[in-house]
């Protein structure tokens, strides 16, 4: 069973999101939690840069 995000949970990323240009396997940071169950995650570039923020369902997470 896997634990439930907390806020600043890092995550992993389970499946491709092509619309954002992020893979299955982009690390990630938790900065909101939502109802039922989705999260706002926050995924930075090389240079500390926000690339792109998603809400995603936890089926989508794995805590790191």
Partial sequence: MRSAPKLFDIV???????ASGLEAGAIGTIVEALPDKFY???????????????????EDLSVR
């Fill in 12 to 18: 992993e990323l389970l499946s491709d999101r092509p």
């Fill in 40 to 58: 706002i995650v926050e995924f930075l570039d090389a240079d500390g840069r926000t690339r792109s923020l998603e809400s995603l369902p936890v």
